[in-house]
């Protein structure tokens, strides 16, 4: 089971400061899965993503990633701290994309994608510019090469944060309510590449977001989460047209009535 | 008190000759806060108090104590423990050491400002811990900082005349050993405030087209 996995989280616990985020954890997703995390704000559900990607450390409970723990390893037969080469290691293996783009200013487009190819993969630069070049025709901005960041729109930036994240060949990626700083059209757009993007690769991807009709398009499984906990989870058409908890009924009546 | 033009030219030489030594005793200084201020202020920014501390502490002593100390204590009392230093060599050091702790104070206002966003990416994207800090957020904190970096340049210039104290022939110790041999101080002491005055102007300028340049680079 665990080994078939491609995230597993068992039991994991996150505070901020006295604030707890998560409690008593337990999630499993399988290779190539599409799992829609929603869920009030403030829930926790960015907090499950942050963890994968190790901007955040659980305070306790285990995260696997296709088997292996992102922070213990064995030496000597026991459990130990994973050191900092194991945790890269294992990051290598995740991608995110963030709801403020996180471009980097001071870099032309172009360099925004092969930085990372370059320096953290080594790859040779005229390899890491053609796949650059490629990914941008992919997400639309072939045009964009030399422009800086400020130059873009919203959604241009996300649709760079989205080739950047591929250039190093994540098998997981992480989608963190990437439309929610663009207006309604504009997201459409950027949500139709991901919905492309997940048609016609293997990766595992995980999505933090508020839409529902996004997730009904690209999830195999939706999620409800709400104070630390998931509530209900199954298919999309079982969780947000037939929900059989009250609070997810709630939250998803709320949703409506705000778009 | 009449000024006297002939004495004036005749003396600008040996005092021109202080202002190189002033001049390179302002850049290898500046030169060592820079790099040494970056150091400071790196180690600050670790979440290791072992590490915090003890930076700090050295930090605060730096600037809580007067640079003419530090000066006589390095060119006066380090001898007595068997440790001589050239007297230019020793100014540039405390004068290097001491402007890094307020360096040091600017960088991190500066690296203060890089929004949380930037590290996410780079932790996302794999960078090391020393490629996020070079390639990512020292290039985006630099820029909004060259204003206060040029008022410490300019500032560390100003207090160069301290290391007359110790020996050092820069501007104003030639003029003073002139104005103490011909008992005329007016000319040597206008002229080194002159020269003063051009050099921290042009500073100011050329501070101000850097930043310039380095913010129309971005757009």
Redesign the interface.
């Known amino acids: 089971m665990q080994n078939a996995a491609s995230i597993q989280f068992v039991d994991v616990r996150k505070t901020y400061d006295k604030t707890v985020v998560l409690e008593g954890l337990h999630l499993t997703v399988a290779p190539r899965e599409h799992v829609v995390i929603i869920g009030p704000s403030g829930s926790g559900k960015s907090t499950i993503l ?1 963890l994968l ?3 955040e450390k659980p305070d306790s409970g285990e995260i696997f990633i296709e088997g292996e723990s992102l922070w213990h390893t064995i030496r000597g037969g026991r459990p130990a701290q994973a050191d900092p080469a194991h945790v ?1 290691q294992m ?2 293996k ?3 994309v ?1 709801q ?7 870099m032309r487009v172009l360099q925004n994608i092969t ?2 190819p370059v ?2 993969l080594a790859m040779p630069r005229a390899d890491a510019l053609r796949r650059a070049k490629e990914l941008l025709d992919r997400v639309g901005l072939a045009d964009k090469c030399n422009a ?1 960041p ?2 873009l729109s919203g959604g241009q930036k996300q649709r760079v944060a989205i080739a ?2 591929l250039a ?1 060949h994540p098998h997981i990626m992480l989608f963190d309510e990437i439309t929610s700083a663009l207006d309604p059209e504009i997201a459409s757009q950027v949500l139709n590449l991901v919905l492309d993007l997940a048609r016609q690769t293997d990766m595992t991807m995980l999505f933090v977001t508020h839409q529902m009709r996004f997730a009904r398009q690209i999830a195999d499984r939706v999620v409800f989460f709400d104070q630390g906990t998931i509530v209900e989870q199954g298919t999309a058409s079982q969780v947000l047209e037939s929900p059989t908890q009250p609070r997810t009924r709630e939250f998803l009546s709320n949703v409506l009535m705000a778009s | 008190m009449i000024w006297n033009w002939p004495f004036a030219w005749q003396i600008l030489p040996i005092i021109l000759r202080g202002m190189v030594i002033t001049v390179e005793a302002t850049v290898l200084g500046m030169l060592l806060a820079l790099v040494l201020g970056l150091i400071w202020a790196g180690l600050l920014l670790l979440p290791n108090r072992w590490i915090f501390w003890p930076t700090r502490a050295v930090t605060e002593f730096i600037r809580d104590t007067p640079l003419l100390i530090q000066l006589f204590f390095c060119y006066y009392v380090l001898p007595e423990v068997g440790i001589t230093i050239p007297a230019l060599v020793t100014g540039i050091t405390v004068l290097g050491i001491n402007y890094s702790a307020y360096t040091a104070e600017v960088y991190r206002a500066g690296l203060q400002n890089i ?1 949380r ?2 590290w ?2 780079a ?6 811990p020393w ?1 996020t800090f070079s ?2 957020i020292v ?2 904190a630099l820029p909004p900082i060259v204003p206060a970096m040029g008022n410490n340049l300019i500032a560390m210039f100003k207090d160069t005349p301290l290391l007359s104290t110790i020996t050092v022939m820069e501007m104003l110790n030639r003029a003073m050993i002139i104005g103490d041999k011909t008992f005329r101080y007016l000319e040597p002491l206008t002229i080194v405030g002159i020269l003063f005055l051009i050099i921290s102007l042009l500073a100011s300028a050329l501070i101000g087209i850097t930043q310039r340049k380095l913010l129309v680079r ?2």
């Open positions: 942050r990607m190790t901007l890269r990051r290598s995740v991608g995110m963030f403020h783009f996180n471009l980097f200013p001071h930085e990372a320096r953290v800086w400020a130059e950047r994240a190093l | 929004p966003g930037q996410d990416a932790k996302a994207l794999n960078f090391n490629q390639r990512i290039p985006q971005r757009q």
